[in-house]
């Protein structure tokens, strides 16, 4: 069911796979990806879903303020409201992921141990499908 999402993001919950699925539609001015970051959100809360499919591949390129303000801001706002574990699946372009590979001011996914959010890096969409989809099942089993 999409939702009344900006236009620069479409926002679908797939409630067969238990997944939220956000689209960035094109690149963004920060102010847009703070109040579309805040709406996803509100979308996870809406639906209690802690899995996340974020499409960027549309965005022109990852800035190392933007995730900076993720790390600082936004993610530590998600567990509170969702009260476990989230996991985010980001799809990005070939050019995009070699870019936050060999940007220094982007830090390592190993940063992210034992924080109540996971992030996975993707460029394949049915891989990081099923990396949800692992998390998902891993969640019920442990639950």
């Excluded at 009344?4 to 690149?27: C, H, K, N, T, V």
């Excluded at 830090?107 to 969409?125: A, C, H, I, K, N």
Aim: proline content about 6%; overall charge negative; charged content about 20%.
């Amino acid at each position: 069911m999409p939702s009344s999402a900006p236009a620069f993001l479409a926002i679908e919950y797939r409630a067969d796979l238990q997944i939220l699925i956000g689209r960035w539609m094109r690149s963004v001015m920060p102010f847009e990806l703070h109040q579309g970051y805040g709406k996803l959100l509100d979308e996870a809360v809406t639906y209690k879903c802690r899995y996340w499919l974020v499409d960027i591949r549309r965005r022109s390129f990852v800035d190392g303020n933007d995730v900076a303000w993720m790390m600082e801001t936004f993610y530590p706002q998600v567990q509170p409201r969702l009260g476990r574990t989230t996991y985010l699946a980001y799809l990005m372009a070939p050019h995009q992921l070699a870019g936050v590979l060999t940007d220094s001011s982007i830090p390592d996914l190993s940063v992210l141990e034992g924080r109540p959010y996971q992030l996975q890096r993707f460029t394949d969409e049915a891989a990081a499908l099923e990396w949800l989809q692992q998390c998902y099942e891993h969640d019920t089993v442990t639950s």
